[in-house]
């Protein structure tokens, strides 16, 4: 019997949380301004999976350098297996939000994240 890939649902983070929104993980680096902790109702914050300070900066949510930051940011994440599959992991016991702050909601962090994530367990 085949798994059924579930594909990540992305949420700004300061839009409303909801109940379907199942695992909240914020993947910033960098805690969202303006945003208390408790307001932001997350299960998990995992700090060390967001692209590194170097190519965020880098990146600078310009559009034109969207396919080269991906390549560089999945480069990234082939260099931490473990923390890769702990986000596979709990996409497979349910629905997951990857949370961001970024004002461009097709061009960030948990875009790419969540396509990465569904190529890597196509391949498990």
């Known amino acids: 019997m085949e798994t059924r890939i579930r594909k ?13 929104d199942g695992c909240r ?9 303006g945003l208390s902790k408790q307001a932001a109702e997350i299960d998990l914050w995992l700090k060390e999976i967001a692209p590194s300070t170097g190519l965020r900066k880098w ?36 629905e997951v939000t ?12 948990a875009v790419a994240l969540g396509e990465y994530l569904q190529k890597a367990m196509r391949k498990d």
């Open 98 to 109: 990857l949370l961001y702050g970024a004002r461009d909601e097709q061009h960030n962090n």
């Open 25 to 33: 993980v914020l993947v910033d680096r960098v805690w969202p301004r």
């Open 59 to 94: 990146f600078d949510h310009a559009p034109r350098r969207w396919d080269a930051f991906r390549r560089r940011y999945f480069e990234e994440l082939d260099a931490m297996p473990e923390t890769v599959t702990v986000l596979c992991d709990r996409l497979r016991n349910g």
């Open 8 to 20: 990540p649902r992305l949420k700004r983070i300061y839009h409303q949380p909801d109940a379907s």
